[in-house]
């Protein structure tokens, strides 16, 4: 169903509501991701020779085709970050100013929480305040068309799940996550939970209680040491560094690790991009 007009926009604060952060001086992590440059912005930024040659051929993301800021070096920091100070803060993108605020758009708008700011608990801004300034920032327009693009491919993909005979509703999966919680601190209904959201079949809008119960009886993985290994490291197996994510420890420095040949490899990043080597770890 798309968004009538006349309906106020359902927008969902419920995570961010309650919840304050500050910024933590000298951390700057959050200029270590892209940013994108809204159409507008790219318009003021092309046009200002201060700004005109920040601006990437590309991004990073292959998913990403709007205009954003260049990076330095292939993998370093934003082009304005110097000395961990941001050279264009009253002028910075719609994006630095969100952070760590994301606006979800599916069935309806949903405003969540970047959990990777160390500065999220701390006390200072409220979270809900800042949301609701970015909901008003992005206009009622521009966020409904948004919401019925977004609703038009969920709406095809539970038709694709239906047209499958894979559908399932949400309060029945939900349902049955709730119940098997305890047995996902077992080794054996962990095992059997991969296997099941591995090869499981659950006849379509089966209730909670049936796909637990399934889940309950599939075989168990033969091997969930060797399946751990593989997907706890596979977040490092990746040829780019720019891809890899950043972690930043109590000195305020960023970390990065990356699987090379059977080790995890850790290394420091500084601000151009330069990497070097701290620590070599069997996974
Ligand atoms: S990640 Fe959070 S604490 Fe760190 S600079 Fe960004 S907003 Fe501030
Ligand atoms: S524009 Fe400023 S705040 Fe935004 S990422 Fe670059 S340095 Fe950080």
């Not at 959201?197 to 809008?205: D, P, S, V, W, Y």
């Not at 991009?273 to 070599?280: H, K, L, N, Y």
Request: net charge negative; aromatic share 8%.
């Amino acid at each position: 169903m798309l968004a009538n007009p006349n309906m106020p926009l359902e927008i969902d604060y419920s995570e961010v509501d309650g919840k304050s952060y500050r910024c933590i001086d000298g951390c700057a992590l959050c200029c270590l991701c892209q940013p994108e440059l809204l159409p507008t912005e790219e318009e003021r930024f092309r046009k200002d020779p201060r700004f005109a040659d920040a601006i990437a051929d590309r991004h990073i993301s292959p998913d990403v085709t709007g205009a954003a800021l260049k990076l330095k070096g292939a993998h370093g920091a934003c082009y304005f970050l110097t000395d961990k100070r941001c050279r264009i803060y009253n002028d910075r993108p719609h994006y630095c100013r969100s952070f760590p605020i994301n606006v979800f758009v599916g069935w309806r708008i949903q405003l969540n929480i970047n959990l990777s700011c160390r500065g999220i608990g701390l006390e200072g801004e409220s979270l809900g305040g800042v949301s609701r300034a970015i909901i008003a920032d992005y206009g009622e327009g521009r966020l409904s068309s948004e919401l019925e693009s977004a609703k038009r491919v969920f709406t095809e993909f539970v038709k694709n799940t239906r047209d499958t005979w894979v559908a399932q509703s949400f309060s029945s999966v939900r349902g049955a996550g709730h119940s098997l919680s305890g047995e996902l601190v077992d080794e054996l209904g962990l095992s059997r939970v991969l296997a099941y959201a591995e090869h499981g079949r659950t006849k379509q809008n089966a209730p909670a209680n049936e796909i637990a119960k399934i889940v309950r009886r599939t075989e168990p993985d033969a091997d969930l040491e060797e399946r751990a290994l593989i997907d706890g490291t596979e977040l490092f197996d990746l040829p780019d560094l720019s891809l890899l994510p950043i972690y930043i420890d109590d000195k305020n420095d960023w970390k990065i690790f990356r699987l090379v040949g059977k080790e995890i490899v850790g290394y420091s990043l500084s601000e151009d991009g330069r990497t070097q080597e701290f620590s070599r770890t069997n996974p």
